[in-house]
T-cell receptor
Framework: DVKVTQSSRYLVKRTGEKVFLECVQD?????MFWYRQDPGLGLRLIYF???????EKGDIPEGYSVSREKKERFSLILESASTNQTSMYLC????????????FGPGTRLTVT | SQKIEQNSEALNIQEGKTATLTCNYT??????LQWYRQDPGRGPVFLLL?????KEKRKERLKVTFDTTLKQSLFHITASQPADSATYLC????????????FGTGTKLQVIP
């Protein structure tokens, strides 16, 4: 079974802090994604990566950066957290070799105070 | 502008009936469309994918149709059960091969015993 894990289920940070969200997948998937999910707005893509060290901006990249140094790990970085970044963050992965379904992690509920 | 619309209101149906959820889109030419299920506090789980050249796809009690002329997909759950209660998301690929999809906001389905 594919497993996507995220470093924390719940996280509380202060405004201005640098925040790291980690995601690891164990199925050798090429693609990895970071989304945020907010009520009424649905899932919105922040960044995605289709290979190690490769990244592409999604629909809402402002205020975020990412890092993919190893194939299995994709990190989302909030350089200076703000209250409007309070949200549920979801990581996903997929492979180009089979049906392009995305496997999601359990999510990190981030609160910025 | 590009838009994906799902019924924002919850859908309540009686157990045993067929639930039909709608996904409409504008200004996309998707290579494929996916449906996911999301339970509260969890990441979405992939259910079905239908490609642009397919009219219908089935999997057990699930059926998806795709009409690229109407720009609409219908998702059916036959013989619905209370365990089918969840939020259902549609997602369109528009990245030409990078598996970058855009999600609708989802429809919450409640199956009443």
């Amino acid at each position: 079974d594919v497993k996507v894990t995220q470093s924390s289920r719940y996280l509380v940070k202060r405004t201005g802090e640098k925040v790291f969200l980690e995601c690891v997948q164990d199925m050798d998937h090429e693609n990895m994604f970071w989304y945020r999910q907010d009520p009424g707005l649905g899932l919105r893509l922040i960044y995605f990566s289709y290979d190690v060290k490769m990244k592409e901006k999604g629909d809402i990249p402002e205020g975020y950066s990412v890092s993919r140094e190893k194939k299995e790990r994709f990190s989302l970085i909030l350089e200076s957290a703000s209250t409007n970044q309070t949200s549920m963050y979801l990581c996903a992965s997929s492979t180009v070799r089979l049906v392009p379904e995305q496997y999601f992690g359990p999510g990190t509920r981030l609160t910025v105070t | 502008s590009q838009k994906i619309e799902q019924n924002s209101e919850a859908l309540n149906i009686q157990e045993g009936k067929t639930a039909t959820l709608t996904c409409n889109y504008t200004n996309y030419s998707p290579a494929y469309l996916q449906w996911y299920r999301q339970d509260p506090g969890r990441g979405p789980v992939f259910l079905l994918l239908i490609r642009e050249n397919e009219k219908e796809k089935r999997k057990e009690r699930l059926k998806v149709t795709f009409d690229t002329t109407l720009k609409q997909s219908l998702f059916h759950i036959t013989a619905s059960q209370p365990a089918d209660s969840a939020t259902y998301l549609c997602a369109l690929d528009h990245s030409g091969g990078y598996q970058k999809v855009t999600f609708g906001t989802g429809t919450k389905l409640q199956v009443i015993p």
